[in-house]
C-alpha cells in the first residue's frame, strides 16, 4: 500500500535499473518537480547525475539561493550554474507584449540549456569516454493523463512550454514522479529532506516575473518587485495563509504612475497589484477574502519600503473573466 517510504524505495529501484551506470542530466527549475524529481535520481545513481540551473533573473527573492546553496546541501548533488541574467535581460529589453515575452523566455531558456548541456556531455566524454544519455523531467501524472499518456523524447515541456532539443541532444527521459499527484510529490520531497520553501512552494509560472512586469522588463524594475514580493510573501506566510491561498502574484504596473505623498514630498510612483486566489486546480479561481489588517499591514510595508511603489491595490476579479496572472 501506499506510503512515501515505499514510492522512494519503488522509484529508487526503477530509477537504478533504466539508468544503470549511465550520466544523467537535469535541469532545476526553483519548483518542486524538478527539485524532488532530481532528489530522486541522485539517491538512486549519485553523482552520475548533473542538474543544471539556468539563473533567468526572473526568480523571486531567495529562490536562487534556494536551489544553489539549500538544495545542494540537502541532496549533495552536483550542480552547473549558469548565470544567465544579462542574457535574458537584453532579450526582453523593449519588449511589451506578453505572449513575446514568453516566447523569449523560453527560447533563451532551451539555448542556455542546450548549451550547459553540450557541455555537461563533453565533460563526461573527455573524463572517461562516457555519453550522457539520460534527462530527468518532473513530469507528473495529471501531465501524463492530459498529453494522452504516450512517453515523450526529451523537451523541456513543464518549465517553459518550449518545444524539443536538437538532434544531436537527444536523451532517454527518465521520469520518477510519472504516477504521482502534486500532494505525494510534495511528501516524497519533505521525506527526502529537501528544503520546506522549495517543497511547499505554490504554483509559480516558468516566465516568473517577467510577466509580472506589466511592461518592459528592467533590471531595476525586477528589484522593485522583488522587493514588494517578498514583502506580500512574508507577511501571508506569518499570518498562516499558505495553505488557504492558491498562489498570489503581486504585480508590478510599470508603465502607470500615480501621484502621491510623503513626507513633506509630492511622489510620483508605481501602482502594485495584489492578486491572492482560492483555487483547486488553477483552470477557474476566486479572489481571496484576506483579512483587511493584513492588507492595511501590506500596503504600510510597501509603501514605506520599497522605493519607487507608492500605491497598493488589491485584484478582486475572479477566473473568469480575469485569468490568475495579469500576462
Ligand atoms: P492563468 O493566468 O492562465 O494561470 O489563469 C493559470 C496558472 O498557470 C500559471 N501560468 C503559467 N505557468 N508558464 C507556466 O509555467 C506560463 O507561461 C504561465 N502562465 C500562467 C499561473 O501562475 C497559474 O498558476
Known amino acids: 500500500d501506499w506510503t512515501t517510504g515505499n514510492v522512494i524505495e519503488e522509484q529508487v529501484a526503477r530509477i537504478k535499473a533504466q539508468i544503470g551506470d549511465g550520466k544523467v542530466i537535469c535541469a532545476l527549475s526553483g519548483g518542486v518537480d524538478s527539485a524532488v524529481a532530481a532528489a530522486l535520481v541522485q539517491r538512486a545513481v549519485g553523482d552520475q547525475l548533473t542538474c543544471v540551473f539556468v539563473d533567468h533573473g526572473l526568480l523571486r527573492q531567495g529562490e536562487a539561493e534556494q536551489v544553489e546553496q539549500d538544495f545542494v546541501a540537502a541532496t549533495g548533488v552536483k550542480l552547473k550554474v549558469v548565470d544567465a541574467q544579462e542574457r535574458f535581460l537584453t532579450a526582453l529589453a523593449g519588449v511589451t507584449d506578453p505572449e513575446e515575452k514568453r516566447k523569449i523566455i523560453g527560447r533563451e531558456f532551451i539555448r542556455v540549456f542546450e548549451d550547459a548541456a553540450r557541455a555537461v556531455v563533453e565533460e563526461a566524454q573527455e573524463s572517461d569516454g562516457e555519453d550522457v544519455k539520460f534527462l530527468v523531467q518532473g513530469t507528473l501524472y495529471p501531465d501524463v493523463v492530459e498529453s494522452g499518456g504516450g512517453t515523450g523524447t526529451a523537451n523541456i515541456k513543464s518549465h517553459h512550454n518550449v518545444g524539443g532539443l536538437p538532434d544531436d541532444l537527444q536523451f532517454e527521459l527518465v521520469e520518477p514522479l510519472r504516477t504521482l499527484f502534486k500532494d505525494e510529490v510534495r511528501a516524497v520531497g519533505a521525506q527526502l529532506g529537501l528544503p520546506e ?124 473573466p480575469g485569468t490568475i496572472e495579469w500576462e
Open 197 to 320: 520553501e522549495i517543497v511547499q512552494r505554490q504554483p509559480f509560472p516558468g516566465p516568473g516575473l517577467g510577466i509580472r512586469i506589466i511592461g518592459e522588463v528592467t533590471k531595476d524594475r525586477l528589484d522593485t518587485l522583488r522587493q514588494a514580493d517578498a514583502i506580500v510573501r512574508a507577511e501571508l506566510t506569518a499570518a498562516g495563509l499558505d495553505r488557504e491561498i492558491w498562489q498570489c502574484p503581486v504585480v508590478l504596473l510599470a508603465d502607470v504612475r500615480s501621484v502621491g505623498v510623503q513626507g513633506d514630498g509630492r511622489t510620483y510612483g508605481h501602482p502594485i497589484v495584489l492578486r491572492p486566489v482560492s483555487s483547486e486546480d488553477a483552470m477557474t479561481a476566486d479572489w481571496t477574502r484576506l483579512p483587511y489588517e493584513l492588507l492595511a499591514k501590506i500596503s504600510t510595508r510597501i509603501t514605506n519600503e520599497v522605493a519607487e511603489v507608492n500605491r497598493v491595490t488589491l485584484d478582486v476579479t475572479s477566473k473568469p
